[in-house]
């Protein structure tokens, strides 16, 4: 309901501010994808800071930060929809600010136009200290009322280091900003923010129905949301490092020859009579095959893949998640 009463009102204003965020794109999934704290959170707007996120599948993500106005986000909308780039969205987004007052705005704007990415912010001058936004090749960080730099820097460090799919990177990079008073107006509540959201959307997801969609609109005293939105990606199913690969995920299934040829065995006979969901991903995290296997035997596959190393992945009905490496010869 505060989505739609926002939207229909374009001269809402929330203040917006202690806010750090990403906007990004995997380039070879097509996912897009969204990520952010604040020290605003429930009951001040019942949402928390997701308001300010705004994901279009298959076309880009918009965060409006600083002194959010929903009509400028409503207008940076339909610019993206338009095909408009985001260096243009900016100019614009300043030019036609719906309260004539730019300088108290914060952008990151990303999008994939012809499956190349392309990226752009925008901090106004009068936006709280600290300010500031780095723009990557498919990425924006930005925030404002921060501890200081290192907390945009470790951002980015810790997104462009972290190795797996887009969410696992984007949570990474929220990890890397969760220092007491990261937003300094929850110093003294000895957090880092009140509230955190984590957004991915595959190309061909529904708007009102992306691939993760999580929120963490407020917690106790005392509790960070970004560890508590790490606690729903664990739940969802958690991130892969390249390392990762141990003993207990063996006894659970095994992936066999290893090195393979053309084909592989997947020994699914330690697993229940049920239905198998294998994936395999390249060492980045981007997917690369998935399908439907049986429990409690051993499946053989034709697999197709290029020469390389890979992750593969089972998940079962209880939503338990093993992986193992796969050396493609």
Known sequence: MLIL?????????????????????????????????SCIGAPQIPQGCYILSNVIPGVGAIHTQAYYTSGN???????????????DMIDSLVANDVGNNPSIRQYGIVDFYTGSPRTAAYTGANCDDYKNHIVGPNYSIQGNILLGQQILDSMEARFLASEGELACKLMAALQGAKVIGADTRCLDDGVSSLSSFLRVAQADDPA??????LNVPSTPDGIDPIDSLQSLIDLWGGCVASDRDNGKDHAMFNIYPNPAPGYIHIDLRNLGDESIRFTILSMNGSLIQEIELQGGEINRIKHGLKAGIYICKIQTSEIKIYHQKLLVQ
């Open 208 to 213: 009102n129905d992306l691939y993760l969609d």
């Open 73 to 87: 986000q409503n207008y940076a909308h339909s610019l993206m929809v338009a095909g408009m780039p985001p260096e």
């Open 5 to 37: 009463l926002l939207f229909l009102n374009p001269f809402s204003i929330i203040r917006a501010q202690d806010t750090f965020s990403i906007v990004a794109i995997d380039t070879l999934t097509g996912e897009i994808g969204s990520a952010g704290a």
